[in-house]
Protein backbone atom coordinates (compact mmCIF):
# COMPACT_ATOMS: atom_id res chain seq x y z
CA UNK A 1 0.00 0.00 0.00
CA UNK A 2 1.11 3.22 -1.14
CA UNK A 3 0.63 6.20 0.98
CA UNK A 4 -0.47 9.44 -0.43
CA UNK A 5 -3.13 12.42 -0.31
CA UNK A 6 -6.81 12.55 -1.48
CA UNK A 7 -8.54 16.23 -2.25
CA UNK A 8 -12.23 16.57 -2.24
CA UNK A 9 -14.26 19.46 -3.97
CA UNK A 10 -17.59 19.52 -2.92
CA UNK A 11 -19.22 21.66 -5.08
CA UNK A 12 -22.62 22.41 -5.20
CA UNK A 13 -23.45 20.67 -8.49
CA UNK A 14 -20.48 17.96 -8.80
CA UNK A 15 -17.79 16.22 -6.16
CA UNK A 16 -14.59 15.97 -7.24
CA UNK A 17 -11.64 13.53 -6.01
CA UNK A 18 -8.33 13.52 -6.67
CA UNK A 19 -4.99 11.40 -5.67
CA UNK A 20 -1.86 14.08 -4.93
CA UNK A 21 1.35 12.50 -4.92
CA UNK A 22 4.10 13.77 -2.85
CA UNK A 23 5.21 15.94 -5.54
CA UNK A 24 2.39 17.32 -6.80
CA UNK A 25 0.94 15.05 -9.60
CA UNK A 26 -2.21 13.85 -9.64
CA UNK A 27 -2.55 10.65 -10.19
CA UNK A 28 -6.59 9.93 -10.29
CA UNK A 29 -8.87 12.25 -10.90
CA UNK A 30 -12.90 11.72 -11.02
CA UNK A 31 -15.99 13.79 -11.00
CA UNK A 32 -19.28 12.69 -10.01
CA UNK A 33 -22.66 14.90 -9.61
CA UNK A 34 -23.61 15.87 -6.55
CA UNK A 35 -26.53 14.24 -5.25
CA UNK A 36 -27.88 16.94 -3.47
CA UNK A 37 -29.25 15.21 -0.28
CA UNK A 38 -26.96 14.98 2.69
CA UNK A 39 -27.50 11.05 2.86
CA UNK A 40 -26.33 10.52 -0.80
CA UNK A 41 -24.00 13.08 -0.44
CA UNK A 42 -21.69 10.71 2.54
CA UNK A 43 -22.89 7.83 0.51
CA UNK A 44 -20.83 9.19 -2.81
CA UNK A 45 -17.79 10.77 -1.11
CA UNK A 46 -17.55 7.08 0.54
CA UNK A 47 -17.73 5.29 -2.97
CA UNK A 48 -15.51 7.77 -4.93
CA UNK A 49 -13.04 7.08 -1.75
CA UNK A 50 -13.41 3.74 -1.94
CA UNK A 51 -12.97 3.31 -6.05
CA UNK A 52 -10.13 5.76 -5.80
CA UNK A 53 -8.13 3.80 -3.47
CA UNK A 54 -8.85 0.15 -4.70
CA UNK A 55 -7.81 1.34 -8.49
CA UNK A 56 -4.87 2.76 -7.08
CA UNK A 57 -3.90 0.33 -4.55
CA UNK A 58 -3.43 3.55 -2.38
CA UNK A 59 -4.28 4.39 1.21
CA UNK A 60 -4.43 8.10 1.96
CA UNK A 61 -5.12 11.23 4.24
CA UNK A 62 -8.44 12.38 3.29
CA UNK A 63 -9.03 16.37 3.13
CA UNK A 64 -12.32 17.86 1.81
CA UNK A 65 -13.46 21.27 0.25
CA UNK A 66 -16.92 22.74 0.84
CA UNK A 67 -18.55 25.99 0.12
CA UNK A 68 -19.12 26.96 3.73
CA UNK A 69 -17.38 26.68 7.67
CA UNK A 70 -17.66 23.80 10.57
CA UNK A 71 -18.55 25.96 13.56
CA UNK A 72 -16.25 25.84 15.97
CA UNK A 73 -19.19 26.35 18.76
CA UNK A 74 -21.19 23.64 17.55
CA UNK A 75 -19.29 21.00 15.09
CA UNK A 76 -22.13 21.52 12.60
CA UNK A 77 -21.65 23.29 9.18
CA UNK A 78 -22.94 26.75 8.45
CA UNK A 79 -23.08 29.16 5.77
CA UNK A 80 -22.80 26.64 2.98
CA UNK A 81 -24.48 27.29 -0.22
CA UNK A 82 -24.51 23.45 -0.42
CA UNK A 83 -27.68 23.62 1.73
CA UNK A 84 -28.06 20.13 2.67
CA UNK A 85 -24.70 20.43 4.86
CA UNK A 86 -25.56 22.78 6.72
CA UNK A 87 -26.27 21.96 10.34
CA UNK A 88 -24.81 18.60 9.53
CA UNK A 89 -21.79 17.09 11.41
CA UNK A 90 -19.97 16.90 7.77
CA UNK A 91 -16.62 15.80 9.25
CA UNK A 92 -17.02 12.94 11.87
CA UNK A 93 -20.34 11.50 9.55
CA UNK A 94 -17.89 11.32 6.91
CA UNK A 95 -14.93 10.47 9.25
CA UNK A 96 -17.24 7.33 10.67
CA UNK A 97 -17.93 6.50 7.36
CA UNK A 98 -14.55 6.51 5.95
CA UNK A 99 -13.31 4.78 9.51
CA UNK A 100 -10.52 7.59 9.56
CA UNK A 101 -9.75 11.18 10.26
CA UNK A 102 -11.03 13.38 7.84
CA UNK A 103 -10.48 17.44 7.69
CA UNK A 104 -13.03 20.00 6.15
CA UNK A 105 -11.79 23.71 5.28
CA UNK A 106 -13.82 25.83 3.34
CA UNK A 107 -12.97 26.49 -0.26
CA UNK A 108 -10.46 30.06 0.53
CA UNK A 109 -8.45 28.06 3.17
CA UNK A 110 -8.32 25.05 0.37
CA UNK A 111 -7.22 27.68 -2.53
CA UNK A 112 -4.46 29.40 -0.22
CA UNK A 113 -3.28 25.97 0.98
CA UNK A 114 -2.85 24.99 -2.35
CA UNK A 115 -0.98 27.84 -3.53
CA UNK A 116 1.15 28.33 -0.65
CA UNK A 117 2.41 24.33 -0.99
CA UNK A 118 2.66 23.61 -4.54
CA UNK A 119 1.57 26.59 -6.16
CA UNK A 120 2.00 30.24 -7.35
CA UNK A 121 3.55 31.18 -3.54
CA UNK A 122 5.42 27.86 -2.91
CA UNK A 123 8.61 28.93 -0.62
CA UNK A 124 6.95 32.08 0.70
CA UNK A 125 6.57 31.40 4.24
CA UNK A 126 3.50 33.80 4.90
CA UNK A 127 0.79 33.77 2.24
CA UNK A 128 -2.10 35.65 1.84
CA UNK A 129 -4.70 33.67 -0.27
CA UNK A 130 -7.76 36.13 -1.77
CA UNK A 131 -10.71 34.77 -3.86
CA UNK A 132 -12.00 37.69 -5.59
CA UNK A 133 -15.44 36.26 -7.28
CA UNK A 134 -18.47 35.93 -6.58
CA UNK A 135 -17.53 37.12 -3.43
CA UNK A 136 -14.67 38.15 -1.36
CA UNK A 137 -12.69 35.41 0.93
CA UNK A 138 -9.27 35.01 1.99
CA UNK A 139 -7.61 32.79 4.06
CA UNK A 140 -3.71 32.71 5.59
CA UNK A 141 -1.01 30.06 5.54
CA UNK A 142 2.07 29.62 7.59
CA UNK A 143 4.86 27.40 7.15
CA UNK A 144 2.31 25.14 4.84
CA UNK A 145 0.06 25.34 7.36
CA UNK A 146 -3.43 27.15 7.52
CA UNK A 147 -4.10 29.70 10.10
CA UNK A 148 -7.69 29.16 11.00
CA UNK A 149 -7.92 30.57 14.96
CA UNK A 150 -10.90 30.23 17.36
CA UNK A 151 -13.70 31.52 15.60
CA UNK A 152 -12.09 30.19 12.13
CA UNK A 153 -12.42 33.24 10.07
CA UNK A 154 -9.01 34.12 9.92
CA UNK A 155 -8.13 35.91 6.79
CA UNK A 156 -11.81 36.39 6.08
CA UNK A 157 -11.18 39.92 5.26
CA UNK A 158 -14.68 40.62 2.65
CA UNK A 159 -16.80 42.13 5.33
CA UNK A 160 -14.03 44.17 6.39
CA UNK A 161 -15.07 48.19 5.19
CA UNK A 162 -13.25 49.57 2.39
CA UNK A 163 -10.48 51.48 3.67
CA UNK A 164 -9.71 54.91 3.19
CA UNK A 165 -12.57 55.87 1.70
CA UNK A 166 -12.87 58.42 -1.19
CA UNK A 167 -15.97 60.95 -2.44
CA UNK A 168 -16.59 58.17 -5.51
CA UNK A 169 -17.03 55.54 -2.61
CA UNK A 170 -19.84 56.80 -0.36
CA UNK A 171 -21.90 56.66 0.72
CA UNK A 172 -20.94 52.95 2.52
CA UNK A 173 -23.28 50.47 0.04
CA UNK A 174 -25.41 48.30 2.66
CA UNK A 175 -24.26 44.65 2.84
CA UNK A 176 -26.41 41.46 2.90
CA UNK A 177 -23.84 40.45 5.99
CA UNK A 178 -25.82 43.52 7.83
CA UNK A 179 -23.06 46.32 7.46
CA UNK A 180 -22.37 48.59 5.36
CA UNK A 181 -19.08 49.20 3.09
CA UNK A 182 -17.95 45.79 2.85
CA UNK A 183 -15.40 45.11 0.81
CA UNK A 184 -17.47 42.47 -1.10
CA UNK A 185 -19.60 45.15 -2.11
CA UNK A 186 -16.47 46.96 -4.19
CA UNK A 187 -13.98 44.78 -5.23
CA UNK A 188 -16.25 41.20 -5.70
CA UNK A 189 -17.13 40.38 -9.35
CA UNK A 190 -20.47 41.54 -8.95
CA UNK A 191 -19.38 44.74 -7.30
CA UNK A 192 -16.91 45.23 -10.68
CA UNK A 193 -20.15 44.71 -12.75
CA UNK A 194 -22.38 46.88 -10.62
CA UNK A 195 -19.54 50.12 -11.29
CA UNK A 196 -19.40 49.66 -15.35
CA UNK A 197 -21.62 51.53 -17.35
CA UNK A 198 -23.42 48.46 -19.63
CA UNK A 199 -21.74 45.44 -18.00
CA UNK A 200 -23.45 42.42 -17.57
CA UNK A 201 -20.83 40.64 -16.05
CA UNK A 202 -16.89 41.60 -14.76
CA UNK A 203 -15.33 39.54 -17.24
CA UNK A 204 -16.80 42.01 -20.53
CA UNK A 205 -14.58 44.60 -18.49
CA UNK A 206 -11.19 43.72 -19.49
CA UNK A 207 -11.46 43.41 -23.12
CA UNK A 208 -13.79 46.64 -23.60
CA UNK A 209 -11.16 48.85 -22.13
CA UNK A 210 -8.43 47.18 -23.89
CA UNK A 211 -10.85 48.13 -26.85
CA UNK A 212 -10.32 52.30 -25.92
CA UNK A 213 -14.46 51.93 -24.11
CA UNK A 214 -13.68 55.08 -21.34
CA UNK A 215 -16.32 53.43 -18.80
CA UNK A 216 -14.54 50.22 -18.70
CA UNK A 217 -11.38 51.95 -18.27
CA UNK A 218 -12.58 54.18 -15.61
CA UNK A 219 -14.07 50.75 -13.80
CA UNK A 220 -11.11 48.64 -13.81
CA UNK A 221 -9.12 52.20 -12.60
CA UNK A 222 -11.22 52.29 -9.32
CA UNK A 223 -11.45 48.40 -8.98
CA UNK A 224 -7.24 48.15 -9.03
CA UNK A 225 -7.29 51.53 -5.82
CA UNK A 226 -9.73 49.96 -3.86
CA UNK A 227 -8.01 46.52 -4.34
CA UNK A 228 -4.88 48.11 -3.33
CA UNK A 229 -6.21 50.01 -0.57
CA UNK A 230 -7.73 46.80 0.73
CA UNK A 231 -4.63 45.06 0.76
CA UNK A 232 -2.31 47.84 1.99
CA UNK A 233 -4.57 47.51 5.11
CA UNK A 234 -3.73 43.35 5.06
CA UNK A 235 0.17 44.20 4.48
CA UNK A 236 -0.04 46.71 7.66
CA UNK A 237 -1.54 43.95 10.18
CA UNK A 238 0.27 41.02 8.67
CA UNK A 239 2.96 41.55 6.20
CA UNK A 240 2.79 38.20 4.55
CA UNK A 241 5.79 36.95 2.07
CA UNK A 242 3.34 37.04 -0.64
CA UNK A 243 -0.34 37.51 -1.73
CA UNK A 244 -2.40 35.41 -4.12
CA UNK A 245 -4.99 36.06 -6.26
CA UNK A 246 -7.38 33.31 -6.70
CA UNK A 247 -11.27 33.14 -8.21
CA UNK A 248 -13.09 34.23 -11.36
CA UNK A 249 -11.40 38.36 -11.29
CA UNK A 250 -7.91 36.12 -11.13
CA UNK A 251 -7.14 36.52 -14.69
CA UNK A 252 -7.32 40.13 -14.80
CA UNK A 253 -4.18 41.83 -15.64
CA UNK A 254 -5.00 45.19 -13.36
CA UNK A 255 -4.46 43.41 -10.35
CA UNK A 256 -0.62 42.61 -11.07
CA UNK A 257 -0.01 45.47 -12.61
CA UNK A 258 -1.50 49.03 -11.40
CA UNK A 259 -2.80 47.63 -7.58
CA UNK A 260 1.11 46.74 -6.38
CA UNK A 261 1.38 50.48 -8.32
CA UNK A 262 -0.83 51.77 -5.65
CA UNK A 263 -0.13 49.76 -2.67
CA UNK A 264 2.80 52.61 -1.31
CA UNK A 265 0.33 55.34 -0.52
CA UNK A 266 -0.87 53.32 2.11
CA UNK A 267 1.56 50.59 3.47
CA UNK A 268 3.42 52.29 5.97
CA UNK A 269 6.44 50.88 5.50
CA UNK A 270 9.36 52.89 2.81
CA UNK A 271 8.96 50.41 -0.09
CA UNK A 272 6.75 47.52 -1.13
CA UNK A 273 8.10 44.70 -1.89
CA UNK A 274 5.08 42.33 -1.46
CA UNK A 275 4.93 40.30 -4.33
CA UNK A 276 0.99 40.21 -5.83
CA UNK A 277 0.67 36.75 -7.29
CA UNK A 278 -1.57 35.07 -9.79
CA UNK A 279 -2.55 31.84 -8.99
CA UNK A 280 -1.09 28.55 -10.61
CA UNK A 281 -3.71 26.04 -10.16
CA UNK A 282 -6.83 27.96 -11.45
CA UNK A 283 -9.85 25.40 -11.29
CA UNK A 284 -8.01 22.92 -9.12
CA UNK A 285 -6.74 24.60 -6.21
CA UNK A 286 -9.97 24.07 -4.25
CA UNK A 287 -9.88 20.04 -4.62
CA UNK A 288 -5.57 20.35 -4.55
CA UNK A 289 -5.53 22.50 -1.50
CA UNK A 290 -8.17 19.95 0.39
CA UNK A 291 -5.44 17.57 -0.14
CA UNK A 292 -3.24 20.02 1.09
CA UNK A 293 -4.70 19.44 4.53
CA UNK A 294 -2.51 16.93 5.44
CA UNK A 295 1.02 18.95 5.03
CA UNK A 296 3.83 16.95 4.67
CA UNK A 297 5.79 18.60 7.87
CA UNK A 298 2.54 16.75 10.61
CA UNK A 299 2.68 13.24 11.16
CA UNK A 300 -0.76 11.11 10.52
ZN1 LIG B 1 -20.82 42.39 4.47
Request: proline share 8%; aromatic share 4%.
Amino acid sequence: MINHRIGIDFGGTKIEIIILAPDGTIILRRRTPNPRTYDAAIQTVTQLVQAAESETNTQNTIGVGIPGAISPFTGLVHNANSVWLNDRPFDRDLAAALSRPVRVENDANCFALSEASDGAATGHRVVFGVILGTGCGGAIVVDGKLITGPHRIAGEWGHNPLPWPTPDDLPYPPCFCGNTGCLERYIAGPALAADCDGAHDASEIPPRAAAGDPHATAALARHADRTARALAQIINVLDPDAIVIGGGLSNMDHLYTEVPRLLPRHVIAQRVVTPILRNKHGDSSGVRGAAWLWPATESK
